[in-house]
């Protein structure tokens, strides 16, 4: 079944640790996106990737890095510069037209303790 | 730039009860329109989206939503909610050039009584 997966569900992290959270889809789709969620807030654009080896800042990139060395695979590192990490963080994958729809994840939860 | 506001952070309805969740969008061209569900700890799911054509649409689990573009709304609408509706819902909309990042509302919380 075509999916996106993203892993792990649950992710604890102590204060000053860089923390990876993997993301990956076998749609073929071109782009793919991070958001962060947290309550009353809706979703905000952390970092996108319309093709390999490109991606771009969204509205809240500081303190978050991301790499796109595979079409498949969008893997967004939370560093220690982030001054807020905990929140529910949500990867969506869509193909490049502006109607395409886009597929979220599941979503891996980061606590920062 | 474009804009989504969903007015209502709460809904409460009772089970069988009909079900209207507005969202207002903001932006300079023909929008391209999406509402979203989201159960507790999980991801969105798509519900329907607009692109052009039929102003009614209609989506999966009995949803439907009504474009309207002189209220630039985008309202879901379902005649009988069941108790399974509890959930998150969300309005986006989508660019139409550069990067085609949609955008998305604070979203609306469902509660269902019995």
């Known amino acids: 079944d075509g999916g996106i997966t993203q892993s792990p569900k649950y992710l604890f992290r102590k204060e000053g640790q860089n923390v990876t959270l993997s993301c990956e889809q076998n749609?073929?789709?071109?782009?793919m996106y991070w958001y962060r969620q947290d309550p009353g807030q809706g979703l905000r654009l952390i970092y996108y990737?319309?093709?390999?080896?490109?991606?771009q800042k969204g509205d809240i990139a500081e303190g978050y890095s991301v790499s796109r060395e595979k079409k498949e695979s969008f893997p967004l590192t939370v560093t220690s510069a982030q001054k807020n990490p905990t929140a529910f963080y949500l990867c969506?994958?869509?193909?490049?037209?502006?109607?395409?729809?886009?597929?979220f994840g599941p979503g891996t939860r980061l606590t920062v303790l | 730039a474009q804009s989504v506001t969903q007015p209502d952070i709460h809904i409460t309805v009772s089970e069988g009860a009909s079900l209207e969740l507005r969202c207002n969008y903001s932006?300079?061209?023909?929008?391209?329109l999406f509402w979203y569900v989201q159960s507790p700890g999980q991801g969105l799911q798509l519900l329907l989206k607009y692109f052009s054509g039929d102003t009614l649409v209609q989506g999966i689990k009995g949803f439907e939503a009504e474009f309207k573009r002189s209220q630039s709304s985008f309202n879901l609408r379902k005649p009988s909610v069941h108790w399974s509706d509890a959930a998150e819902y969300f309005c986006a909309v989508g660019s139409s050039g550069g990067s085609y990042i949609p955008t998305f509302g604070r979203g609306t919380s469902l509660i269902v009584h019995p």
């Open positions: 969506a994958s869509k193909m490049r037209g502006s109607t395409d729809t886009q597929y």
């Open positions: 990737s319309q093709i390999v080896n490109d991606f």
């Open positions: 749609l073929n789709h071109d782009a």
């Open positions: 932006y300079g061209a023909t929008p391209y």
